[in-house]
């Protein structure tokens, strides 16, 4: 049978043996300066979902992983503006952006950033009261987002809460589109993960203790936030 073929027999979350982070900074690069465009039709309404359900409160000390152009981000730092707002992401052209546009538009907030891969995160067990990630899980392998929520555990704090945004994988004909997308540039789209994600958090430690979906442009989103 064809890699391909067998490809399509596996649970949507197996079909990425591999994390192809390389490519995926190349591409996230490229593109970082016209992503807030997809970010304000498709990611927005999930965004606000998130930061609603993530109990964030202003003093905190918070982070987000995969910042991408920073539109989450800034919701961060706006409602944290006494604490600290932390941001990662792969792709060194996004981090500089989200950095150099929350410090322009909070610059009495304490914000920071970096080009940070999150598989392995640079900060001392418990340092965080809450960790938020958007539309990442989609572009690592099933053993990196194992990896991955091993460190978001990690880093926070006991009692701490996770919020969790996926693409949902409730809309048939999306599911559809989102294969071919994902099988043309693996890189960028990655494939959905959304069935696979609850187990996977659970497993590692975290609780869930809530989960909204949304849709905003005919594109799905799932909300889930758990607590160490
Ligand atoms: C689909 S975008 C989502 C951006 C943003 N979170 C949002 O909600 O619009 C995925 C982002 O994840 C980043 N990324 C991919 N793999 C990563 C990794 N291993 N570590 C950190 N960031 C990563 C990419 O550079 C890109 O900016």
Known sequence: MSDLNYSLLLPRADRMPRTIAARTRRIYDSVALVYPVSTFF?????????????????????????????????????????????????????AARTLDRARRKFPRAQSHCGAVD????PFKNSSFDAVVCCYLFELLSQDDIR???REIRRVLRSEGTFSLVVIGQNAKFFNRLYDVAGKLVPAFWGRQVEHAVPELVEEAGLRITSAHA??????????LVARR
Not at 118 to 121: A, G, H, N, Q, T
Request: glycine share 10%; net charge positive.
């Open 42 to 94: 498709f990611h927005s309404r999930a965004h606000q979902c998130a930061l609603r359900n993530a109990g964030i409160r202003n003093g905190m000390r918070v982070l987000e992983l995969a910042t991408g152009s920073g539109e989450m981000f800034r919701r961060l730092v706006r409602a944290n503006l006494d604490g600290q707002t932390f941001g990662l992401d792969l792709s060194p052209n996004m």
């Open 118 to 121: 999150v598989r392995s995160m």
């Open 147 to 149: 990896l991955t929520l």
């Open 214 to 223: 949304v849709r905003q442009t005919g594109y799905p989103s799932k909300i």
